[in-house]
């Protein structure tokens, strides 16, 4: 049973900084993470990309994020992190952990998501 556990979510002023991580467990020998990373959604607004990685470190930014925000991983842990920098208010949202993982029985991949956590940048 694979699970997203996030923290580090929480309120800052504008210019600040914070730190989200994303812990995948319940991964064992059948699943293999393929991609994780953060979306995020605001009030009123679509889910959008804040950045990814894949399992060969490739990252991919949302372009509102680019230069500001930096996503790193390690591997061992299943555990993604991203480091919020300058952040300004239009960051206010709830960002929400992903991952994409395939399974090795039934030769499928599937998307998982955590439970969310809020990030409120104040000006």
């Known amino acids: 049973h694979v699970q997203l556990v996030e923290s580090g979510g929480g309120l800052v002023q504008a210019g600040g900084t914070l730190r989200l991580t994303c812990a995948a467990s319940?991964?064992?020998?059948?699943?293999?993470?393929?991609?994780m990373g953060w979306y995020r959604q605001a009030p009123g607004k679509p889910r959008e990309l804040v950045a990814t990685?894949?399992?060969?470190?490739?990252?991919n930014n949302g372009d509102a994020v680019k230069g500001r925000f930096t996503l790193s991983r390690d591997s061992a842990k299943n555990t993604v992190y991203l480091q919020m920098n300058s952040l300004k208010s239009e960051d206010t949202a709830v960002y929400y952990c992903?991952?994409?993982?395939?399974?090795?029985?039934?030769?499928?991949?599937?998307?998982?998501w955590g439970q969310g956590t809020q990030v409120t940048v104040s000006s």
């Open positions: 992903n991952a994409v993982i395939y399974d090795s029985r039934l030769y499928s991949v599937s998307n998982y």
């Open positions: 319940g991964t064992g020998s059948i699943f293999r993470i393929n991609a």
């Open positions: 990685i894949t399992s060969g470190g490739r990252t």
